[in-house]
């Protein structure tokens, strides 16, 4: 079983700031480089506190994941999430009962639990029906349309245009986009923010612009499709890791250099990106933040404060290797 020096050893500090980064310690400052770092050692390492024991008369929990456990295996974004929510009922002697969306008898499953967090895009008319079972409802990564729902999300504009700034600054003037399909949420998405970026800019926001899924085999398989088309851009915005691993791997693929012969940003910061050829420069999303923030307020603040709000996270840009200025 993993340990705090485990964690400290891996992520390069000491134990007592491993320590006070996991029990959230409000009066430590600590640069989100090294939080970041201390989280993605303990997912590594898969490090568990030991849980208080959970009171007779505590709450449960639910957590209801859009995405299946395939998907979270690959997007570690999910599974951060999870981690955050986890992590503030084991610290506060909390039960958890976690299902997945494609798990036959989930709403059964769920029926025992006070309090329900929803990850991921859910119908509107789904909604309806867990608000009937559940009176403390939050959702994560999903920007909910309606006035009755509390929501934790990224702020993606804040977190897109840093990205596609990054690379205008290092004198990108031809940006590719390599996108999944948004869903009904695609007019404040990624791929609108990017064809606004270009409009403003004055650049061409179809040339380069390829969309399939939110996965490493639609990024390799975009990416070919761009690199066979004989037209490559200097730059590329992944509008995910999972889509940018796979970019990286056709590129490679096809003996093209990252960043010499073209750039490459990604969107989440899993902990892949680290382990990538070269290391993949991404825009950081809190996800484990988000999951802890759901957990405290589904707990704390929502059994007394009927006012729903939208919560938006900001993003921070991670400069690795597989992006360079052009001469």
């Given at each position: 079983?993993?340990?705090?020096?485990?964690?400290?050893?891996?992520?390069?500090?000491?134990?007592?700031?491993?320590?006070?980064?996991?029990?959230?310690?409000?009066?430590?400052?600590?640069?989100e480089?090294t939080?970041?770092?201390?989280?993605?050692?303990?997912?590594?390492?898969?490090?568990?506190?030991?849980?208080?024991?959970?009171?007779?008369?505590?709450?449960?929990?639910?957590?209801?994941?859009?995405?299946?456990?395939?998907?979270?295996?690959?997007?570690?974004?999910?599974?951060?999430?999870?981690?955050?929510?986890?992590?503030?009922?084991?610290q506060?002697?909390?039960?958890?009962i976690?299902?997945?969306?494609?798990?036959?008898?989930?709403?059964?499953?769920?029926?025992?639990?006070?309090?329900?967090?929803?990850?991921?895009?859910?119908?509107?008319?789904?909604?309806?029906?867990?608000r009937?079972?559940?009176?403390?409802?939050?959702?994560?990564?999903?920007?909910?349309?309606?006035?009755?729902?509390?929501?934790?999300?990224?702020?993606?504009?804040?977190?897109?245009?840093?990205?596609?700034?990054?690379?205008?600054?290092?004198?990108?003037?031809?940006?590719?986009?390599?996108?999944?399909?948004?869903?009904?949420f695609?007019?404040?998405?990624?791929?609108?923010?990017?064809?606004?970026?270009?409009?403003?800019?004055?650049?061409?926001?179809?040339?380069?612009?390829?969309?399939?899924?939110?996965?490493?085999?639609?990024?390799?398989?975009?990416?070919?499709?761009?690199?066979?088309?004989?037209?490559?851009?200097?730059?590329?915005?992944?509008?995910?890791?999972?889509?940018?691993?796979?970019?990286?791997?056709?590129?490679?693929?096809?003996?093209?250099?990252?960043?010499?012969?073209?750039?490459?940003?990604?969107?989440?910061?899993?902990?892949?990106?680290?382990?990538?050829?070269?290391?993949?420069?991404?825009?950081?999303?809190?996800?484990?933040?988000?999951?802890?923030?759901?957990?405290?307020?589904?707990?704390?603040?929502?059994?007394?404060?009927?006012?729903?709000?939208?919560?938006?996270?900001?993003?921070t840009?991670?400069?690795?290797?597989?992006?360079?200025?052009?001469?």
């Amino acid at each position: 079983m993993a340990t705090i020096k485990d964690i400290a050893q891996l992520a390069g500090v000491s134990a007592t700031t491993v320590s006070r980064v996991l029990n959230y310690d409000e009066t430590f400052s600590v640069t989100e480089e090294t939080r970041r770092r201390i989280l993605e050692a303990a997912v590594s390492l898969d490090y568990q506190k030991k849980p208080k024991p959970p009171l007779k008369s505590a709450i449960s929990i639910g957590m209801l994941q859009r995405s299946s456990a395939e998907q979270e295996l690959e997007d570690s974004f999910y599974l951060l999430i999870r981690k955050g929510v986890e992590a503030y009922c084991t610290q506060n002697g909390l039960k958890i009962i976690h299902a997945f969306k494609e798990t036959p008898g989930y709403r059964q499953h769920l029926s025992g639990a006070d309090c329900l967090i929803c990850v991921g895009w859910f119908p509107m008319d789904e909604i309806h029906t867990l608000r009937k079972s559940f009176e403390n409802l939050i959702f994560i990564d999903m920007p909910v349309l309606d006035h009755e729902s509390t929501s934790i999300n990224v702020d993606m504009y804040q977190g897109t245009i840093t990205a596609l700034e990054y690379l205008w600054n290092l004198g990108h003037k031809q940006i590719g986009l390599l996108c999944g399909d948004e869903g009904p949420f695609a007019s404040s998405g990624r791929e609108a923010i990017f064809r606004q970026f270009c409009e403003n800019h004055g650049l061409d926001a179809s040339r380069y612009a390829r969309k399939g899924s939110f996965s490493s085999r639609s990024g390799y398989d975009m990416m070919m499709d761009m690199i066979e088309s004989g037209d490559l851009p200097t730059a590329v915005f992944a509008a995910s890791d999972p889509i940018a691993i796979g970019a990286l791997k056709a590129l490679s693929d096809k003996h093209i250099s990252v960043p010499e012969q073209i750039s490459v940003i990604g969107f989440d910061d899993i902990s892949l990106t680290n382990f990538t050829s070269p290391a993949l420069t991404t825009i950081h999303t809190p996800a484990y933040e988000m999951g802890y923030l759901a957990a405290q307020l589904i707990t704390t603040y929502l059994p007394k404060n009927k006012i729903p709000m939208r919560i938006a996270l900001p993003c921070t840009l991670v400069e690795r290797d597989s992006c360079r200025p052009l001469e």
